[in-house]
């Protein structure tokens, strides 16, 4: 079992900035990938990036609506994952989860077996 805690989320103006967070503890190792999504309200949940296990080199891809925006990172030694956000837009608005899963990568919520609780960001125009 794996535990995912997000934070970080908050309320932000356009064009600003958040850095959100996934703690994770349990049954953990650098050997799962790691996986950040969003939900916005009346919408699915859509992949947002996501980052390899150690194993496969820590690539770390994005979803096209966030390239250039957002960046990914992971720190092993403190079992955490970080969303840096930045250029914020309205659309961004959403809660954002972080998931985790053993295996090769993917953007399907249904190929993650674990889930935070998820942290609300809101962008105002």
């Known amino acids: 079992q794996v535990q995912l805690v997000e934070s970080g989320g908050g309320l932000v103006q356009t064009g600003g900035s958040l850095r959100l967070s996934c703690a994770a503890s349990g049954r953990t190792s650098s050997s799962y990938n790691m996986g950040w999504f969003r939900q916005a309200p009346g919408k699915e949940r859509e992949f947002v990036a996501g980052?390899?296990?150690?194993?496969?080199?820590?690539?770390?891809y994005y979803a096209d609506s966030v390239k250039g925006r957002f960046t990914m990172s992971r720190d092993n030694a403190k079992k955490t994952v970080f969303l840096q956000m930045g250029s914020l837009k309205p659309e961004d608005t959403a809660v954002y989860y972080c998931?985790?899963?053993?295996?090769?990568?993917?953007?399907?919520?249904?190929?993650?077996?674990?889930w935070g609780q998820g942290t609300q960001v809101t962008v105002s125009s």
């Open positions: 998931a985790a899963r053993l295996g090769a990568t993917s953007r399907k919520t249904s190929d993650y077996a674990y």
């Open positions: 980052i390899t296990d150690s194993w496969s080199g820590e690539n770390i």
